[in-house]
């Protein structure tokens, strides 16, 4: 009998466990080196005397324009977050765009507009490009890559591999927000209340944060796979456990009842204009200020804290009193999301 050939699955796009096998198994190994192994945000590099931070994503979401962003904001603030999540100042971009034939002018004159004003509202330039064109049926109208520089300061050594024992962990706002919205849009579901993509760039909020509190330990954006992912990917990267409590997550009334509808939990649900910070004890209180007093952080909550007990676990405390494992999701129960 012939054996069955491994192939590439949408599991495999979902930033959990299946893409980390695949990261693991053919580009790790093959790649191999101490930037890349980190496996964090953005990989940060010594050139002279500067410390940049660099970091590259592809946006293939569908569909490309939905309720509160399309896909060309989102590959500015995808990629402007995950240099600001490493603690670095974004300041150049490059972007390069796969067309299909066909593709109406209009919509990418649109989706190019509303990247220039994400540009300026982040404060990066794009300063390198790219246009290739494919037939008609083989892409989906456009997908953009972006790869970010960016600079990080004397004093800042933000890592997933950095949270500490009793680090208090923050969460900036809402979870499930960009998820629901891209899904809602994609399936032309209808709800009571306008579900809106939390789309934005954080680098603002971030810098509030390290000017006033240069001693964070780790911080993520939450994207693919949600808080759970996030969560777990640092509990790893650090060996640590981490608690939550369920109570604490802010959640908005609208995605909790589309969640709900949809058999979806938000903790696993995409957002991308949210921050996972983890601080030391003393410093939280400070760092939670800043973070509501930042128009993109109004309704954050210290959500958890870093435990020694079960290391590389998420656990979390129910609102029933119960608890339960927070697993690093299989794959991917949203493709196309960003
Ligand atoms: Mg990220």
Do not use: W
């Amino acid at each position: 009998m012939e054996k069955k050939r491994d192939i590439v699955t949408m599991d495999h796009g979902g930033g959990g466990r299946a893409a980390r096998d695949l990261i693991e198994r053919c580009f790790l190994s093959r790649f191999d080196n101490p930037y890349l192994n980190r496996m964090d945000d953005s990989a940060v590099v010594t050139l002279g005397t500067d410390r940049l931070a660099i970091t590259t994503d592809s946006y293939v979401v569908d569909p490309i324009f939905f309720p509160g962003g399309d896909i060309g904001s989102l590959a500015v603030h995808g990629t402007v977050n995950d240099l600001s999540v490493q603690g670095a100042r974004p300041v150049f971009l490059s972007a390069a765009f796969i067309l299909e034939e066909g593709f109406d002018l209009a919509d990418l004159e649109r989706v190019l507009d509303a990247m220039a004003e994400s540009t300026r509202r982040a404060e990066v330039s794009i300063v390198a490009g790219d246009t290739k064109v494919v037939p008609r049926g083989r892409c989906d109208k456009v997908y953009i890559n972006t790869t970010g520089v960016g600079l990080v300061e004397d004093g800042v050594h933000v890592s997933g591999s950095n949270a500490q024992i009793n680090d208090r962990l923050i969460l900036s706002g809402s979870a499930g927000d960009h998820g629901i919205a891209v899904l809602s849009q994609r399936e032309g579901l209808r709800f009571d209340t306008e579900l809106v993509s939390d789309s934005a760039p954080l680098n603002r909020l971030v810098g509030e944060i390290l000017s006033g509190t240069p001693a964070v330990h780790a911080m993520r954006d939450p994207t693919r796979g949600g808080v759970a992912a996030s969560l777990n990917e640092i509990a790893n990267q650090s060996n640590v456990g981490i608690v939550i409590r369920e109570a604490a997550i802010p959640v908005k009334e609208g995605v909790r009842s589309a969640c709900e509808i949809l058999g979806l939990d938000p903790l696993y649900v995409a957002n991308e204009g949210k921050i996972l910070v983890f601080v030391g004890p003393e410093d939280a209180p400070q760092v939670l200020e800043t973070i509501r007093r930042n128009p993109l952080g109004r309704e954050a909550q210290i959500i958890g804290e870093v435990v020694s007990t079960h290391p590389g676990q998420v656990v979390m405390k129910t609102m029933v009193g119960g608890t339960r494992i927070v697993d690093m999701p299989l794959g991917e129960q949203l493709p196309r999301i960003c």
